[in-house]
């Protein structure tokens, strides 16, 4: 395959843009001068000005387009990717919710056969479990019938199951035996977040001393912020965790967004859809996992008891939105989407920025910063 080059662009280098040419040989990246000196014959795509930037990472995704990640086949992984890369996320992590053994088993099988073959769209990076060792007080969409103590020998079996494939997880720090998986998970390659938690600020504390490195969806299903009693809100935003952060206007007020952002610095926020099977249909009648939904408006809640169930958002929209919420510029917010994402969970060596020899996960941003060309591991998506 011939090698491309990129012209003409506003690359994103060191969080500032440069004028610079992109080569892309073998899916991988090499930055060059702008005026460099292009082979006879090159393929050559021409930017015209516009803003070249990595690839953006979501590591909280429970589905889109009518596919649900607990009742996904490898097929179905592939549609989710496929539509991803159109909204310039390149690379993804699938969000199993809580479920049976046996379902979860599936899941991860699934997973496998997915990954054994090409994946010509977003890359599926892993799995990322959120549950079953959670607290049914803050359950959400959680089933609690299937919510389970910490089990340590559960999760190295799925971790061995899944071929080391599962790399991030959810669990609640107050939950039995949950303290002591956190260093156990660390051990399976897998990084741990805490969340669906009314934990005290002792116990949360706790939890990001043993090795817990973030927050899921912060604000959203965990016991908020009191003077006396700081809870797990508190040591998230206290600590040096990475914070997750819905931001479709519903599960953040934009003002939380910022307080989020001015607390943490936007070095510890990784902006993440939570999106569930709807994400790009209308409103309408769905599910995710065993539960039933509602989407009324773009938003999505439990049919039964109106609890929000995710969301319907995409990482291009997300990243309007924070735009629009806040006064960062876009390359201050970049990293929401690509750098912190990527280093939270372990793949920067590859993902998250424009560096020679990275994978040539690239977007293409227009003038009103939305998304024009998608590459993904070089290849250019058509539209």
């Not at 209308?282 to 969301?311: C, F, I, M, Q, W």
């Not at 993902?351 to 994978?359: A, E, H, M, P």
Request: hydrophobic share 40%.
């Amino acid at each position: 395959m011939a090698d491309t080059y990129i012209v003409d662009g506003l690359v994103y280098l060191g969080r500032k843009f440069e004028e610079k040419t992109l080569r892309i040989s073998g899916g991988k990246l090499q930055v060059l001068e702008p005026d460099a000196a292009l082979p006879a014959g090159a393929e050559v795509v021409d930017v015209s000005g516009k803003r070249v930037v990595p690839g953006f990472i979501d590591v909280h995704t429970h589905g889109a387009v009518g596919v649900d990640v607990n009742g996904a086949s490898a097929e179905d992984l592939e549609k989710i990717g496929r539509f991803f890369a159109g909204n310039g996320t390149t690379s993804w992590l699938c969000s199993v919710l809580t479920d049976t053994v046996e379902q979860t088993q599936w899941c991860i099988d699934q997973f496998k056969a997915h990954n054994a073959g090409e994946q010509p769209t977003a890359e599926l990076l892993g799995i990322h479990l959120e549950g079953p060792f959670l607290a049914a007080e803050y359950k959400g969409a959680m089933p609690e019938h299937l919510l389970r103590k910490g089990d340590p020998t559960l999760l190295q079996a799925y971790q061995e199951r899944a071929e080391s494939g599962i790399r991030y997880l959810t669990v609640s720090p107050e939950v039995e035996g949950v303290a002591e998986m956190i260093p156990a998970a660390r051990k399976l390659g897998i990084v741990t977040a805490i969340g669906h938690s009314g934990a005290d600020y002792e116990t949360s504390m706790e939890a990001i001393e043993k090795g817990a490195a973030a927050a899921t969806h912060t604000f959203n299903a965990m016991g908020l912020f009191h003077q006396h009693r700081p809870a797990i809100m508190g040591a998230v935003l206290e600590s040096d965790v990475y914070c997750e952060m819905i931001c479709d206007g519903r599960h953040l007020h934009p003002g939380a967004v910022r307080l989020l952002i001015k607390t943490k610095g936007l070095d510890k926020v990784v902006a993440i859809t939570d999106s569930i099977m709807a994400a790009g249909l209308p409103d309408g009648k769905y599910h995710l996992g065993v539960n039933e939904v509602v989407v009324e408006d773009g938003d999505a809640k439990l049919a039964d008891t109106g609890v929000r169930a995710g969301s319907t958002l995409t990482q291009d929209v997300a990243l309007q939105n924070l735009l629009t919420f806040t006064d960062c510029q876009l390359e201050e917010l970049l990293p929401t989407l690509t750098e912190n994402p990527a280093k939270l969970i372990g793949v920067f060596d590859r993902k998250g920025s424009i560096n020679d020899g990275k994978d040539a996960d690239l977007v293409v941003l227009d003038g009103e910063n939305r998304v024009d060309m998608v590459f993904c591991r070089g290849c250019l998506l058509e539209k």
